[in-house]
């Protein structure tokens, strides 16, 4: 990558998070209009924006910006009120800015134009009378022939239609110098009619001790693509003064725009062609056009595609392609650099303890290697955690749009936005959260007339919130509005088959037929929910983070959906556990402690354990798992806790604590929801990662079964 391509790279980056500034800080101005110092935040990301994109050669994100800028700047000067349909406009603008930030410079055209200028022609009451918009870079146009205006940009007789293609061959005569012309001078004024890409050919140029040789004659060919809206006639007037003595060849070969880059890739089609003929020359470059746009077709319907998301509908706008930079405390790096110096002192201290066959030195050192690898793990996590508030911006701009779209008036709250969470997590967590949200605003928060009808406030509220619980995150999104009608889920759950209508299921239980494929209790499809479509889909995303979502709700008074996640996706402390020869990890997170058991008969997969005085659900690993060979007299019991309860696990032997680095399960194994995962042990073997909560509701309904199977054999006639 060159010096300009990463400093584009670096403006493109900020920029995308000063648009997420702006974005958070027009939200806020919604609420509290009288925040100056927001305003000023905002004023100075659309400032610095639009210098970065005159500095990189953003010409459309400059020209654009100008007039945004304009109008926040009247606005802090108390020359604008801030009103809801100003700053709904602002927030379209930081939409389009963020969607030409994605397109290629040399693929903004006349469409992408004309969708800034019907934006910016929304701005106009709001900008003073004689604002005009910044001076760009352009064709004048002119119903004379070819002039340099008092600006210094060429005129040129102006053509309708986007701009074309033009092949033109330039043979300077051997004495143009003489005669007070400039082959240089030619070619820069050619430049501001356009986009321009020359090939100079010099094969005729003589060696320099050549007798022949002429220091102030001109050779060579120049071969030039030239992109411009001008007539034929704009161009050939350029070398009026020298068309008589020079050669002068000039075609149209494109209708329409190409990229600097492709023009440069046409031109290398005619190296070696600086003596052929004009229509060789131009057959050459149709063949290559003919290439190059087979080329470029499938990469500008990706692009204009991409434009389309990022500038859909209000559940869109929000939503911003993960960032593939991370923002690290200074901090922080400076302990991963400190530990590794750490590092290579002890690499040095074992291999003299090796050399000298040092056994006391060595474990010396392997004690003090397993501290630094602890404190090194807990940093280089630390790296990937965000703060879950960075996305909260966005679901407040999806609730201010849906509310709008729907008629409800709703007031957001986001609490906890310092608690931090793996950037991973948090990216993969957007969408649900987002389909959850939805459904707060189309079937919980009631319309207004209805609410006060209710003897509610007529305005709904919505609260996201999240905090830690122990080594996971709790994220829980509540609503005030009508909750969940229980009869219709389980009229809907009978209907589809998911239930009996003899069966007797709790209120939790029923909850969670909400999350089956296709199920939906709305009367009508909207634009936004209905179709059954999106909670099967939301707990798969979830239980894929390794996390656990529930619903609790009352009628009249709201529904809260609680998420429960890992802190991270990458690594964890628990301890392996042996059962019939194979290697387990039991999560740290959910370890409460060890006990041990003789058995003087054969167990069953579930029984009772006393702990401390109280009787605790005792669940045997080697019969649930099927493990071969005979059972051991004596076992160990693992002793784990999920919400409050305790839950003991038999295993044939506890081997210790140990760091596992979390491997994904192949596709085949996506089924066993109580594996999170696997991990390589440091003897090469493989450990399976117990999901306890999942394990612990795997056995539960594993047992439900079995006793509803018992309960109706019982009930069988004889």
Request: hydrophobic share 40%.
């Amino acid at each position: 990558m060159t010096e300009a391509d990463a400093a584009t790279f670096t403006y493109i980056e900020e920029a995308k998070e000063l648009l997420g500034e702006l974005e958070r800080g027009l939200l806020e101005l919604d609420k509290n209009p009288e925040d100056e110092e927001q305003l000023d935040a905002c004023f100075r990301a659309m400032h610095t924006i639009k210098g970065g994109g005159a500095m990189f050669g953003f010409d459309e994100i400059s020209r654009f910006t100008h007039a945004v800028e304009t109008v926040l700047d009247r606005v802090r000067s108390g020359q604008l009120p801030i009103s809801k349909p100003l700053l709904s406009l602002v927030l379209s603008a930081r939409d389009h800015i963020l969607a030409l930030i994605d397109i290629p410079q040399d693929m903004v055209g006349d469409e992408t134009r004309a969708t800034s200028d019907a934006l910016l022609a929304e701005f106009a009451p709001f900008l003073p009378d004689d604002a005009t918009p910044p001076p760009t870079r352009k064709v004048v146009p002119s119903s004379a022939s070819s002039t340099i205006t008092e600006e210094g940009v060429l005129a040129c007789e102006a053509r309708p239609g986007p701009p074309g293609i033009y092949w033109l061959r330039f043979v300077p005569a051997p004495g143009i110098l003489a005669t007070g012309n400039d082959p240089i001078r030619l070619l820069a004024e050619l430049d501001t009619m356009g986009l321009v890409r020359c090939l100079y050919q010099g094969d005729a140029l003589p060696d320099l001790d050549d007798p022949e040789f002429d220091p102030e004659a001109a050779y060579g060919v120049f071969d030039m693509l030239v992109r411009t809206p001008c007539a034929s006639n704009s161009l050939r007037d350029v070398f009026i003064f020298v068309e008589g003595d020079s050669d002068i060849c000039m075609e149209r070969i494109h209708e329409g725009q190409l990229r600097g880059d492709d023009l440069s890739d046409l031109l290398e089609a005619l190296i070696g062609l600086d003596r052929a003929d004009p229509p060789t020359v131009l057959e050459a470059l149709r063949q290559a056009l003919t290439h190059k746009l087979g080329d470029i077709s499938t990469a500008k319907a990706k692009v204009q595609a991409r434009v389309a998301r990022l500038s859909a509908g209000s559940g869109q706008r929000g939503q911003v392609q993960a960032a593939a930079t991370l923002r690290v405390d200074a901090a922080r790096l400076d302990s991963v650099v400190n530990m590794a110096g750490e590092l290579v002192i002890l690499q040095s201290r074992l291999r003299q303890a090796v050399r000298a066959h040092d056994i006391e030195a060595a474990a010396a050192v392997d004690e003090d290697l397993e501290r630094l690898t602890d404190a090194m793990r807990d940093v280089a996590l630390g790296l990937r955690m965000l703060p879950i508030g960075t996305v909260f911006s966005q679901f407040t701009r999806l609730v201010r749009d849906l509310s709008a779209t729907l008629g409800k008036e709703v007031d957001f709250e986001a609490l906890g936005g310092d608690t931090e969470l793996d950037k991973t997590v948090i990216d993969r967590l957007k969408d649900p959260l987002i389909h959850l949200l939805r459904n707060c605003l189309d079937h919980g928060i009631e319309a207004p007339n209805v609410r006060e009808a209710a003897g509610k406030s007529p305005r709904g509220r919505i609260t996201l919130s999240a905090s830690h619980s122990g080594g996971n995150v709790l994220i829980s999104i509540a609503d005030d509005g009508r909750g969940i009608d229980t009869a219709a889920v389980r009229r809907k759950a009978i209907d589809q088959g998911l239930l009996s209508p003899e069966t007797e299921v709790s209120e939790k239980d029923l909850f969670g037929l909400i999350f089956a494929p296709g199920f939906s209790t709305a009367a009508t499809v909207s634009d936004i929910s209905g179709r059954g479509v999106g909670m099967d889909v939301v707990k798969r995303n979830i239980e894929a983070l390794r996390g656990l979502v529930e619903v609790e709700s009352a009628a009249s008074k709201g529904t809260t959906v609680t998420i429960r996640l890992p802190l991270t996706l990458a690594i964890i402390d628990g301890f392996c556990v042996v059962v019939g020869g194979e290697s387990f990890i039991v999560p740290l997170v959910n370890l409460r402690g060890f006990q041990e058991r003789f058995i003087t008969g054969e167990p069953r997969v579930v029984e009772n354990i006393e702990r401390m005085g109280e009787l605790i659900p005792l669940v045997s690993l080697r019969r649930l798992f099927g493990a071969p060979g005979p059972h051991p007299t004596y076992e160990r019991v693992v002793v784990t806790e999920v919400e409050g309860e305790m839950v003991g696990f038999s295993v044939d032997k506890v081997v210790g604590r140990q760091q596992a680095v979390i491997k994904s399960l192949d596709d085949c194994y996506r089924s066993l929801k109580w594996i999170s995962g696997t991990t390589i042990n440091g003897d090469g073997s493989i450990s399976l990662i117990l999901d306890i909560p999942q394990l612990i509701r795997f056995v539960r309904n594993r047992e439900d079964s079995r006793l509803q199977v018992e309960k109706a054999s019982r009930t069988l006639p004889q």
